[in-house]
């Protein structure tokens, strides 16, 4: 090969290379884009790193009666999403990608970069029913039903915070934000049964009470 055919191939040869690194380059990112954009059980996503990017779908158990945070279930879990940009009703059926995270040993999902309504007015899931002490991990961010408990300053007012009720042998928790419906009204005398979300704040286990869409009594007060 002469020097002027070496020198005539030398750049086409190296235009291969760079359009082969740039293809490789390209099939990465859209690997890595796909792998982060399948959707996985939330029983999966739950079990992802902090800092982690999953994509997850399912219905939404609460609306805005709890502030910004939503929290959403499927057929192997719960998980809250906390997000400004998200802000779905109860009952849609949505498609989310966000970063796991956690709160006060909460996990959940924020810098959400993807947020798609799939569905609506689906069904809330059935809840769960255990006991006071059955809330814990295992059920976290799902919907439950505690039956026949009363609450401590039974005849009182409901205030903002937390409260607690007892079956008679365990006793539990609930948590009712500033703005929440049963603020300021009366504490029942007599036994309830409670349905809500299960929650924690730090380790301790509580249950969130969902307030009622369209002045509608929802299950998830008091029943």
Not at 100 to 113: H, K, P, Q, R, S
Not at 115 to 122: D, E, I, K, P, Q
Not at 198 to 203: C, I, K, P, R
Request: glycine letters at 10%; a negative charge; one cysteine or more.
């Amino acid at each position: 090969m002469t020097k002027e055919q070496q020198y005539n191939n030398e750049p086409i040869g190296n235009n291969n290379i760079t359009m082969k690194r740039i293809l490789l380059f390209l099939i990465a990112i859209f690997t890595i884009q796909l792998a982060q954009a399948q959707v996985v059980d939330i029983s999966v996503a739950r079990q992802a790193a902090q800092g982690q990017t999953v994509t997850i779908r399912g219905i939404v158990t609460n609306g805005a009666e709890l502030g910004v945070i939503r929290y959403m279930q499927d057929a192997t879990g719960g998980i809250p999403i906390y997000d400004n940009s998200v802000t779905p009703n109860r009952g849609d059926e949505i498609e989310v990608t966000g970063v796991m995270d956690e709160f006060g040993a909460l996990l959940e999902i924020t810098g959400v970069t993807s947020s798609t309504v799939l569905s609506t007015n689906n069904a809330s899931p059935t809840p769960i029913v255990v006991t006071p002490a059955g809330m814990n991990i295992s059920n976290e961010a799902q919907l439950l039903k505690i039956n026949n408990v009363t609450f401590t300053n039974a005849g009182g007012t409901f205030t903002s915070g937390t409260l607690n009720f007892s079956d008679g042998t365990q006793i539990g928790q609930i948590y009712l934000g500033g703005s929440h419906a049963l603020v300021g009204t009366t504490i029942p005398q007599t036994a309830v049964n409670l349905t809500g979300l299960s929650s924690q704040y730090n380790g301790s286990a509580q249950m969130l009470l969902r307030d009622a869409n369209d002045n509608v009594v929802i299950i998830c007060s008091i029943e």
